[in-house]
């Protein structure tokens, strides 16, 4: 068994900033990408950034240069700093590990539970 255990939303005003992390446990032997996506009322999921076990990071276009990516590998554990916040950024943010629980197993997603980012103007 795998838990993915978000923290760190809740209501900010415009131009503010959060911080939000998600820490895996449980059965996992490794790890490979971790990222964050977003989904807003009536839209789609979409990625918000993603990060590799190198450290190569991937953002989307509508957060670059605000949002920033981060891991600690050791800690099994993702973080998501969110800076200038703007309205367009209220959404259930959720985290994303592809993991592979056993050695011959593939690497499969992993979705944290959701956690509510609300920018007020």
């Known amino acids: 068994q795998v838990q993915l255990v978000e923290s760190g939303g809740g209501l900010v005003q415009t131009g503010g900033s959060l911080r939000l992390s998600c820490a895996a446990s449980?059965?996992?032997?490794?790890?490979?990408?971790m990222g964050w996506y977003r989904q807003a009322p009536g839209k789609e999921r979409e990625l918000v950034a993603d990060m590799t076990g190198d450290g190569i990071t991937n953002y989307g276009d509508s957060v670059k240069d605000r949002f920033s990516i981060t891991r600690d590998n050791a800690k099994n554990t993702v973080y998501l700093q969110m800076n200038s916040l703007k309205s367009e950024d209220t959404a259930v943010y959720y985290c994303?590990?592809?993991?592979?629980?056993?050695?011959?197993?593939?690497?499969?997603?992993?979705w944290g539970q959701g956690t509510q980012v609300t920018v007020s103007s």
């Open positions: 994303n590990i592809k993991m592979r629980t056993v050695l011959w197993a593939s690497f499969d997603n992993y």
């Open positions: 449980g059965s996992i032997f490794s790890i490979n990408i």
